[in-house]
């Protein structure tokens, strides 16, 4: 049975109060509240997981700018020249596009169009290498 469940039957069966039920299971009374009246209106589906994604992201890239990204990628690698972000946000701001370069980065990361190349060492290169 899970916590929900619980503080719903603690208002419905038990007959307690919402602030009584928050008190007695460590959680607050707004929560027993929105709980109680969501079972109330919801039913049995009340119990069901929800997600916690947002509906919507206004300040996403759109679509087709992350396409035009990947595109001039795709021409610049097969020209066999510099692709970097960098290169992709100059060929933007020629097409009257501002996109900043972390921007453009994080779409081709997203894309898996990049090797990642961490900036720090790896552990294992501190071991110092001595000749006996």
């Known amino acids: 049975?899970?916590?929900q469940e619980v503080l719903i039957l603690a208002v419905t069966v038990q007959g307690l109060?919402?602030?009584?039920a928050a008190r007695i299971h460590g959680v607050s009374k707004s929560l027993v509240h929105k709980l109680h009246q969501r079972w109330l209106t919801e039913?049995?589906?009340a119990f069901t997981a929800r997600s916690?994604?947002?509906r919507s992201q206004p300040a996403r890239t759109p679509d087709a700018i992350r396409a035009r990204v990947l595109q001039l990628r795709a021409q610049l690698t097969a020209d066999g020249l510099d692709a970097g972000a960098d290169t992709v946000c100059s060929l933007l701001a020629a097409e009257q596009v501002t996109l900043s370069r972390?921007?453009?980065w994080r779409i081709l990361r997203s894309a898996e169009v990049i090797v990642p190349q961490p900036q720090k060492r790896p552990r294992s290169s501190w071991q110092r290498f001595t000749a006996e």
């Open 1 to 3: 049975m899970s916590k």
């Open 17 to 20: 109060s919402y602030r009584e």
């Open 43 to 45: 039913g049995e589906a």
């Open 52 to 54: 916690r994604a947002p």
């Open 102 to 104: 972390s921007t453009i």
